[in-house]
């Protein structure tokens, strides 16, 4: 007799990484861990890259990792005091062989918003978040290039107000125009300093 399905939402909870994969009531010779390493340890590609600017930008900006990031959220972080957080990452070395560097572009476009139930509501589409924050991974030497040294990367910090008045209906930026808004970039150390100056300017 087949039971009755449970369809509610169920919350992802973070994870050690200790967990063992299972086979019924008999575990396995694999965990977690296994699955994070096989499937996540290239930084250089375009979707675990980004997937880390995040995780990045979470830690410069004092946010505690207690849950597992939103998939399919409106923005992608939010800070203690309250900041939503739009993060987007590029780079210019990647994985496979490249004859040039890689040309350095942001997506900047106006998204749908989501309910919990993954239902587009019928909002126009617009930027959801207060700030965006730009992460380049700008070292250019593939020999020595290591995502994990925070040095490495470059940062960009714009209010959505300003993306919105000066880019208002593009779907990208590349570098040249986002180094005029900001005029500089800043330094993982200097992230939050820098996302809560242009939130209140």
Not at 151 to 179: G, M, N
Request: one cysteine or more; charged letters at 25%; hydrophobic letters at 40%.
């Amino acid at each position: 007799m087949v039971g009755i399905m449970d369809l509610t939402d169920q919350k992802p909870t973070l994870k050690s990484g200790n967990e063992p994969l299972i086979n019924g009531d008999k575990q396995l010779d694999f965990s977690l861990l296994d699955f994070w390493r096989w499937g996540n340890s290239d930084l250089l590609s375009n979707a675990a890259r980004g997937i880390f600017a995040e995780f990045l930008v979470a830690t410069a900006l004092g946010i505690k990792i207690e849950k597992p990031r939103e998939e399919w959220a409106t923005y992608d972080l939010i800070t203690p005091d309250g900041i939503k957080v739009e993060v987007k990452s590029a780079a210019y070395l990647q994985s496979w062989n490249q004859t040039r560097l890689s040309e350095i572009k942001f997506g900047i476009g106006k998204t749908k918003k989501f309910d919990l139930n993954g239902r587009m509501q019928n909002e126009p589409a617009q930027r959801w978040a207060d700030v965006y924050v730009f992460c380049l991974l700008a070292h250019q030497d593939k020999r020595t290039v290591n995502p994990l040294d925070v040095s490495q990367w470059e940062f960009y910090v714009v209010a959505t107000k300003i993306l919105d008045e000066l880019c208002s209906e593009r779907q990208s930026i590349s570098l040249h125009p986002l180094r005029d808004i900001c005029r500089k970039a800043i330094l993982y150390s200097d992230v939050l300093l820098e996302v809560n100056r242009v939130f209140v300017n």
